[in-house]
């Protein structure tokens, strides 16, 4: 059986003459554990100086991983147990992973005598993790889009997708040109042999011949399985321009003057509460107008932003509006965790998009919410 070791130093303080012992137990602090769990032990530190001060940190490929239950301590009674917590990322392979925490003594650096080097006392413990369990799945599609092309020209389209899991992944992805009445299909990918690597953020883009397509406006469909899995399954319209025209949206990069007018815009968007007793549903709502010549199928986009990374993107259903055409999209999301979210808003139509607005909403106990800005 193996048996924890006490971690001992002799220091030698600059301040006295004496010698003081600082020890800490068990050592090394293991953890065991699977991805996602949260794991609580106790580092025992012992010194014979009864009020001895010490700083504590962590490094090696675990410091994020470990919180401290303090980082700088006094030994009262020459005894003090620090918690240790160890919070496992997800989707991170099984292994042993390692780091250290180092307790250094607050007290003036101790010269070397005739090096004309100094010392800080202290002592390092090795913190080792032991990741077990099934290796799950992980992976999603964040996104898709289809841009508009000249007649002739082949359609760009893009899948954002996100693998989270420790392994990499082929997904089977299914892009296919359809008519605006889904009566007719037109051109077809499927890719089956796109590896995206392990834990990363990939954007896979696809060319499609616009053969036989002549200008007007046209449905991409985008799917997506793993391992027979539905991951993605959904519709998005694009245009297919004359040769030589443009959409206004695009002029200025393209240069000359537009001769079609793809245009929407949102006029107004805000957060409500759909559920103010319970504090859980939250209603987004945006107003769009179409103020092109041609007619548009457009989606509510809205994506949800907590600690600075995307918590949720969600998507509202397709809306056809003819030019001129007004309507008011929503749709309704209940956040999982309390906090303070930035609430980030627009519509996407015709592979172009509106300004974005944001609000600000807090989850707690009840819901609140605040006005929204273009940003």
């Not at 600690?307 to 309507?327: C, I, Q, W």
């Amino acid at each position: 059986m193996k048996k924890a070791i006490l971690a001992l130093a002799v220091l030698f303080l600059a301040s006295t003459a004496e010698a003081v012992v600082l020890g800490a137990s068990p050592s090394p602090l293991a953890f065991k554990g699977t991805r996602g769990g949260s794991y609580l032990k106790h580092l025992t530190v012992s010194t014979t100086d009864e009020s001895l001060q010490c700083q504590v940190s962590v490094s090696g490929e675990i410091e994020k991983w470990v919180e401290l239950g303090a980082t700088s301590f006094t030994l009262q009674g020459g005894r003090y147990q620090l918690p240790v917590r160890v919070r496992v990322p997800e989707a991170m392979p099984n292994g042993v992973y390692a780091g250290k925490i180092l307790l250094r003594v607050s007290s003036a650096p101790s010269d070397v005598g005739g090096t004309g080097l100094s010392v800080v006392p202290g002592i390092s413990v090795k913190v080792l993790v032991e990741v077990k369990g099934e290796e799950g799945l992980w992976f999603r599609v964040l996104r898709v889009g289809v841009y508009n092309a000249k007649e002739g020209d082949p359609v760009k389209t893009e899948v954002m997708v996100k693998n989270s899991a420790a392994r990499p992944m082929i997904p089977s992805i299914t892009i296919e040109a359809l008519s605006y009445d889904k009566k007719t299909a037109y051109s077809k990918s499927t890719l089956a042999r796109e590896t995206v690597d392990a834990q990363s953020r990939e954007t896979v883009t696809t060319y499609l011949p616009s053969t036989g397509m002549k200008p007007g406006l046209y449905w991409m469909h985008f799917r997506a399985e793993f391992e027979g899995e539905e991951l993605w399954d959904s519709l998005e319209t694009f245009y297919v321009l004359e040769a030589g025209k443009i959409p206004a949206a695009s002029n200025a990069s393209a240069g000359g003057e537009p001769t079609v007018i793809i245009h929407g815009v949102l006029d107004d968007a805000f957060v409500s509460i759909g559920n103010p007793v319970l504090g859980e549903n939250v209603e987004v709502q945006a107003d769009f107008r179409n103020i092109g010549e041609v007619p548009l199928d457009a989606k509510l986009r809205v994506d949800f932003i907590k600690d600075g990374r995307v918590f949720a993107s969600k998507t509202g259903s397709n809306e056809y509006l003819e030019p001129g055409g007004a309507k008011r999209m929503n749709l309704m999301y209940k956040p999982a965790e309390q906090g303070e979210y930035t609430v980030r808003i627009w519509v996407e139509y015709a592979g172009l998009r509106t300004a974005v607005r944001e609000a600000k909403i807090t989850r707690g106990p009840c819901l609140t919410s605040t006005s929204t800005s273009t940003s």
